[in-house]
Structure formats: C-alpha cells, structure tokens
C-alpha cells in the first residue's frame, strides 16, 4: 500500500517568514534511532552521534565509528525521494567523471520507510577550512592554481554532455540493515575521493536525465502543483514550466485578496502581485525569440546539457593548510542544465570589476595597525577580477568551446535572471526596460550588466575612496 500524500510531507511545515516562506521541522529525528541505525551497519564497532548541524533542508549528525567520524544527512522531505536519489547519483557521476574531491558516499535511503523515519545519506567527513575564511590567508599564486583546478573541472564536465534538463538518477541502493562490508568502508584518513563507495562499479555510461530536483519546483506549495517537471527537451520548455509555477503562486495570491476594502498592506501584496504576473507574462512571450533551434538541437532533438553545481560558493569549498583544494560539499540539487547555463564561472568567482588594485596606505587602519574592511572588500574584488581572467584563459587553453558558448549566450543567461527575479520589487523596473528592449528587436546592453550598474550607483556612496 502505498503511502498517502500526507504521509510523505509528514515532518516538514512552510512558515511564512519576514522573507517568504520557510521550511521548519515538526519532528525531530531520534539520535537513538541514527545509533541503532549505523550500529545495524558495523555491528563489531563501537557508535555515537552527536548532532552537528543544520542546514536549510537537513539536519547534520557526526556519527563516531570505532576511532572514525563520519556524516549523516537527514533530510527534510521536501520532494521525497528524487532529491536523495539524485545526490547521491550525482556524486557518483562526478566521482566517476573528475578527479574533484568529494565526500564518499557509504550508505542511503530514498524512502523514510526506516527507523529514523526520514531519508537519509551516510558519508565521510570532510575536512578543511571553507574558503571563505581562508581566502585573506591564501597568497594570490595559491588562489591561481585553485582557479584553474576548477577550469580544469568545468573542461572535463563539458567533455561529458548529457541530453535533456533535469537530475541524473542511477537505480536505488539503500542498506536496509545490510552490512558494510571492509571493502567500501574507508581506511583510516580516507575521508575525501574521486571514487563512489557504493555506486563507482555501477557506472556503465552516462546516467539518465528525469524529473528535475530545484527549489523552483519543491518550494512550499510548488511541490504539489500539477506541472510539467521533465525531464525537460529544451530550455524553452524548462523556463515555461518555472514561469508557470510563478504565475500559479501569485495568481493564488492575488485571488486570496478581498475584492474591495483592503488596508494599506492587502493593497501592497495586491501591487506586488500583479506587477509581477505583468513580467511573467512578458517572460512568456518572449520565450520563442530567445530560446530557439541552434546547430546544438532541432525542435525534435533533446537539447544537450551539463551537470551544474550552481552554489560553488566559498562555503562550499574546503581547502587544506597550505590552500590546497581538500573537498566540494553540498551536491543536493545539483541537476543536468542547459550549456548556456552551465558555461558560466563558477560562485565563488563572481563579484564587482575591480581593474586596479587598491593602495593599502590610503585606506584607514585600525589600533592593531591592519587595514579597514574596506580595503579588504576592495583587495578581494581586484583579487576575483584577475582571477576570473585566469579562469577564461585556462578554459580557452582546455576547451574552447566552452569559452564560445559562454560568450555567445549571455542573453539566455539574463532571460535565466529576469526568471529568478521577477517578483523583486527594487529589479521590476529595469527587468522590464530590457524586455521591451530585445522585445523590439533591439541589440540591449544585457540585464545582468544593467543590474550590476544600478547595484553599483546604489553602493557609490558607501565606497568613496575606489
């Protein structure tokens, strides 16, 4: 029998915060249920847990085996089963496919038909220090061979395509109570790899592309709205579907609305709300002038797509001592995109253009005699300005064609923008100026680019000395 829809949800509430909605636990997972669980699978080791963390979407335990620490996942069931799943067979795939170091994957379930009662991934512990509080440490000859470790990543990506939009799935693995055996259980220090503990014998050729996994579609109400959730042919057809979705959210919310009466903040949600629906609707009709048939697919064909780790932030990134990369985390809702898409630098490259660097003896120091945050702001954009450099001359030197796709789409890339912000309030104004623009058939300056400039006018005054 299969379980009912409200079985399936069960544990996870949206909460309407300052920001929008938010997903909160209305249960927690029981630490003696994880214990018994890891014991169920080394049971001659001695176990503990110990909660760690928690993220947006899971909760984090350290979970003790022997003298070994390792993670434990558990997941808020926000789209039950397809998001677990298409972790843990991306990781595979990126293990099989790069030498990037990630946390190996030991054991998994895609259903909460367990102890625990939610789904759940048991992998190595990574460490390292994220990049982000490193960054000021690392000498720029570091940082350099940093960037072109991750060109080199982005190459060997774009030299295994895949066709369609959405997530890659591999067929289901969890442990149920089996054992690990020594054979994928890490020695001692094998904390990161390039191989897939349970699933690196498993890979015969490129996996196949489903039902995509992404905040756009598993947001709040999104997750039970009757859409098209692919895998997707085109991007035209991927975009269609995240602009319904909008469309749905705030028509729902404009009809919950009183038809007359309304105070001062009812007929501020009514103004947000259709001046939003008027950009999707112009999103809509845009659609066929912006994504259309190129030499990569016909009408007929599956647009070709790669795997994007769309949050390559300097979080996410985990480096050594000496800065070396020591482990890529955070590989939910990583999915199989749209070469315009997935061409692009990475997170933690992204910043403002700074050309000239800044002159330390201008700026103010403090009692200790180290420069201001301002300083440190203005190094670390000078810093990502030339590093993004070295990023598009190592990708021209490993594949060119990368590069050509990156700089013949950024127009698909505004469009991608304009989707993800059409319901921001302070964008509106100009989001719909660059609409009209490529509308009339125009050659615009781009959206992101406009966007960068109306950021930088506001932000002028709080940087007075550039």
């Not at 072109?148 to 895949?162: G, I, V």
């Not at 590069?403 to 059409?422: H, I, L, M, P």
């Amino acid at each position: 029998m299969k379980d009912s829809l409200e079985d399936r949800f069960q544990g996870v509430v949206w909460v309407q915060h300052l920001f929008g909605l938010e997903p909160e636990w209305t249960m927690e997972p029981d630490l003696e249920k994880i214990e018994h669980t890891i014991q169920s699978l080394r049971p001659e080791s001695t176990v503990s847990v110990s909660f760690l963390a928690q993220g947006g979407l899971n909760k984090i335990y350290v979970t003790k085996v022997d003298d070994q620490d390792f993670v434990m996942r558990v997941a808020l069931p926000v789209d039950p089963y397809y998001k677990t799943m298409s972790e843990v067979s991306t990781m595979a795939w990126i293990s099989h496919i790069t030498d990037i170091p990630i946390p190996r994957v030991l054991a998994y379930q895609t259903s909460r038909a367990n102890s625990i009662g939610f789904e759940w991934i048991l992998m190595t512990k990574a460490s390292g220090t994220p990049l982000a509080d490193a960054w000021h440490s690392l000498s720029f000859p570091t940082k350099r061979t940093l960037v072109k470790q991750f060109a080199a990543y982005s190459a060997k990506l774009f030299q295994n395509k895949l066709q369609r939009i959405g997530n890659i799935y591999e067929k289901p693995c969890t442990a149920d109570g089996s054992r690990l055996d020594e054979a994928i259980w890490p020695a001692e220090g094998s904390v990161c790899s390039n191989a897939s503990a349970l699933n690196e014998s498993k890979i015969p050729g490129p996996p196949d592309v489903g039902r995509i996994v992404s905040m756009d579609f598993f947001w709040g109400p999104s997750i039970h709205e009757d859409v098209h959730r692919g895998p997707f042919n085109s991007s035209k057809d991927w975009m269609l579907s995240r602009l319904v979705l909008e469309e749905r959210n705030y028509q729902s919310k404009l009809s919950s609305l009183p038809s007359s009466d309304l105070d001062r903040k009812q007929e501020a949600r009514k103004e947000d709300a259709t001046r939003t629906l008027d950009i999707i609707g112009k999103l809509k009709n845009l659609l066929s002038l912006v994504f259309q048939p190129n030499e990569d697919h016909s009408e007929d064909s599956p647009e070709p797509s790669i795997i994007v780790h769309d949050d390559l932030s300097n979080r996410n990134i985990l480096v050594q001592d000496n800065g070396e990369l020591a482990a890529v985390l955070d590989w939910e809702c990583v999915a199989a995109l749209p070469l315009w898409a997935a061409c692009n630098y990475p997170a933690f490259l992204e910043g403002p253009i700074r050309r000239t660097e800044p002159d330390r003896t201008t700026y103010y120091h403090e009692e200790d005699g180290e420069p201001c945050d301002l300083y440190l702001e203005h190094l670390e954009n000078y810093e990502l300005t030339l590093l993004r450099g070295v990023f598009m001359n190592t990708m021209r030197a490993l594949e060119p064609g990368w590069v050509d796709v990156f700089e013949k789409t950024q127009r698909e890339r505004d469009f991608d923008y304009a989707v993800r912000s059409c319901d921001n309030v302070f964008e509106a104004r100009v989001i719909r100026e660059w609409i009209e623009d490529v509308t009339s058939g125009n050659n615009p300056e781009g959206l992101c680019e406009r966007i960068d400039k109306a950021q930088e006018l506001l932000d002028n005054p709080r940087g007075l000395m550039s």
